[in-house]
């Protein structure tokens, strides 16, 4: 028989799930570089916003909401794609539409007058690795997005 064979487990991590959704999500702001107090924006009872700055000029919402109520609360990332605009508006949001299909996991919306992308998970059982691959999947579409955005409403134009 061979001996067991033990081995680091400090180099594990810790494995944080569910029961705390601001806990997770305030250990997720830190491993990613941010702090979560001075990137908070807004705080109550039953939400927090926090105002991410990345590269580029884009700037990340997340938004931890209806904490007291662990069944119904929810992660939002979100990150500002660009603006509408004012000449040629509805030919554009069209546009937006048409791009939206091509997403993986991630949404295209309109707050104010911003094209947004977005997430939306649910925070009762959330894990690390779940806010981690989401971000990785907002960021790694943000380019791509506002390239075929552009591109398909120059296209449309030019007609």
């Given at each position: ?40 924006r ?17 700037e990340?919402?997340v ?38 299909d ?18 939306g ?14 971000y990785?999947?907002?960021?790694a ?7 075929a ?11």
């Amino acid at each position: 028989m061979t001996k067991i064979r033990r081995f680091d487990t400090s180099v594990l991590g810790e494995m944080l799930i569910g029961k705390d959704p601001l806990k997770i999500v305030r250990h997720f702001l830190l491993k990613k570089g941010h702090d979560p107090d001075k990137t908070l924006r807004e705080e109550t009872p039953n939400s927090c916003r926090w105002m991410l700055n990345l590269s580029n000029g884009y700037e990340m919402e997340v938004f931890l909401d209806k904490l007291k109520t662990p069944s119904q609360a929810t992660v939002y990332m979100g990150i500002n794609i660009m603006t509408v605009p004012i000449r040629d508006a509805q030919n554009f949001l069209v546009t937006v539409l048409e791009v939206a299909d091509g997403l993986i996991g991630a949404k295209l919306g309109l707050v104010g007058y911003f094209v947004i992308l977005s997430v939306g998970l649910g925070a009762e059982r959330i894990t690390f690795d779940e806010l981690d691959y989401n971000y990785r999947l907002i960021l790694a579409q943000k380019e791509w997005v506002k390239d075929a955005i552009l591109d398909e409403f120059d296209e449309d134009i030019d007609v």
